[in-house]
């Protein structure tokens, strides 16, 4: 595959999951501690940070510590070009047709149905 | 970095083990195009009409978190098993139509490469600024 776009593979693999858009929606509106994103998630701490890393391994998020403090807010730059767009709408793609590809192969799994005409034991 | 077309275009190419037949028909059959096409994990399909012909329509409609997404367009080219033309348009998220073009070669080992080229797919707002980002979420959620 082609690297020559500025959406890297991170940052669609971050961008690919509801919860960790939801939490860049949220850091768009302003910085946030940990703490505070976690909240109107039903999920632990734990669940929460390791989607914030994530997305701080495709830079769509910044950390900033005061003392003990980690303030987190968003970094749209990843995502400020249209060919990032451009890449987001292959990659899209890429997943249906893999999906569609695991479709067809469950199938071949479930119902093998290849007619050889073999003897049939009936 | 190449250039990108003004309303851009994206190219994919992709090998399955299935015949062209069948990879074909996954687009076209209702209830095969229910389970992958406009699909999401979390989504509910709630709709979808093919009308496989030439100037035939479709509707693809997922409910997203309550909210009813519909897929709509029409057919232009349909030559089984080679060739599928058909425009693609998300009227919740963008009034503006796109094209795809499905190809597809059957290999020697039984499988085939299917070649997908989506033009127009650069909306205007996000053509035009650089900061479309939160139009790119949403569209995001829309597609995803």
Known sequence: MQRTSSLSQSTWIALADPTRRSILERLSRGEARVTELARPYSMSLNAVSKHIRVLERARLIRRRRTGREHFLSFNPDPLTSATAWIEAQRSLWMSRLDALDSLLEAEDAAAPKVPKRKEKSR | MSPQPQKGTVQVTRKFSASAERVFDAWLDP?????WLFATPTGKMVKVKIDARVGGSYLIVEQRDGVDVEHVGEYLEIERPH????????????PENTKLTIEIRALDSGGC???????????DYIASTTSGWNTILNQLDAML
Do not use: G, M, N, Q
Not at chain 2, 31 to 35: D, G, L, N
Not at chain 2, 113 to 123: K, R, S, Y
């Open chain 2, 31 to 35: 209830t095969i195009a229910s389970k």
């Open chain 2, 83 to 94: 060739r599928l033309v058909f425009t693609l348009k998300v009227p919740k998220y963008s």
């Open chain 2, 113 to 123: 490469e299917l070649t997908l080229t989506h033009e127009d797919v650069l909306p």
